[in-house]
């Protein structure tokens, strides 16, 4: 007998329904010291048209797994219209995949999903990635033993198991690397000098704020504009529309500490490149459960002022200062704040594994590669 008789799928209809479908993987992960609750009201407003403007050009199918009326298994079907048109494929996006340790739970999850995608005429199925880049993506494939950032996937290692079984083959990696900063590091001379010089030579300059409202008006426009350019030829990117580059500046600036904002201007006053890093709200995020109400975002708030950790979240530069130093001049600045501030460990969160010009930046510090993850594909047709 098929042990797939015994699951009920079920399409999310409601807000109810919902709800539970972000609410699943904390019954699933409750007492893993390394997954990360993201924030509910966060997910709600992701997978909810008309709040998530990725919705205008795009469409999402989201199923629930259920044994005995328990639920054991979830997963979003996602037709990202703008990727298919840059792409020029025919390809299903799969993401906030979850399941209970079971195969066949996995199985009818993802068969729901790709019997959705070849309704529509799709004929591949990659993921998990979301409606854009800044959704998190990639399986967790090695490091289950490290501590999720607030921006990634944390997972089960029979994941990729359960993944690799149903046919899934790699799609592309992407790593993390977690650098450490002890008391008395000095960062290497040679490299601080070559930065200081491309920076000299080519007209460029640090810009800091210490009012995060005043870097909002006057660069949050440019900063996402640039991340759109930076991260056009990036595997699975989808251009923003100016409603979600808004919808990015409310949802990641009012977390930012300027202190670790870096941007860097050409004469013109033009940016040419930053970077944003945020304390590390790990730990505040378990703590919080994944609500800010009534007692979450104190968790929050107090990890945003008394922290050791730092996370590199987004970073952009211009594609003809590539290579240039601006990239060298902003890391070199950035961790003389780290050391000057006393930061102990510094995250670098996902990074393509075939882009070398970004990790070379992490040699200038002591550093390990702890993660790595995973976006799969598979025919459907």
Known sequence: MDDRVNIALSVV????????FIAFPRALYKGNAFWVPPLQSDELDTLTPGRNPAFDDAEARLFLARRQGRIVGRIAAILS??????????????????????????????????????????????????????????????????????????????????????GFAKEVDSVEFQAVAPKGT??????????????????????????????????????????DESYEELYGTVPLTQKQKEYYIRKYIPFANPSFIEIVANEAEEMIGFIIALPSLSRAFQKARGRLFPFGFLH????????????????????????????????????????AKGIRVAESNPELETNALIQNEWKIVPRRQHKRRRIYKKSIA
Request: charged share 30%; hydrophobic share 45%.
């Open 81 to 166: 219209h703008a990727a298919n048109r840059k792409y020029g494929t025919k390809n299903l996006r799969f993401a906030w995949f979850d399941t209970i340790d079971d195969y066949e739970v996995a199985r009818a999850l993802l068969d729901a999903a790709a019997d959705w995608g070849r309704s529509r005429g799709l004929v591949t199925m990659t993921g998990p990635h979301g409606f854009t880049d800044l959704d998190p993506e990639g399986l967790l494939v090695e490091g289950f033993n490290e501590l999720a950032t607030i921006a990634v996937i944390y997972n089960y290692p029979y994941y990729p198991v359960f993944i690799e079984r149903y």
């Open 186 to 227: 000095v960062l290497p001379e040679k490299k601080a000098r070559l930065a200081d010089w491309g920076a000299r030579r080519n007209g460029w300059h640090l810009v800091k704020y210490t009012d995060i409202k005043k870097l909002r008006a006057e660069y949050g426009q440019k900063l996402f504009d640039l991340l």
């Open 13 to 20: 209809s409601s807000r109810a329904e919902l709800k539970r």
């Open 300 to 339: 929050i708030l107090r990890a945003l002022r008394k922290f050791d950790t730092l996370d590199f979240m987004l970073a952009g530069i211009r594609k003809e200062c590539r290579g240039k130093g601006a990239d060298l001049l902003m890391v070199i600045d950035l961790f003389r704040t780290v050391i």
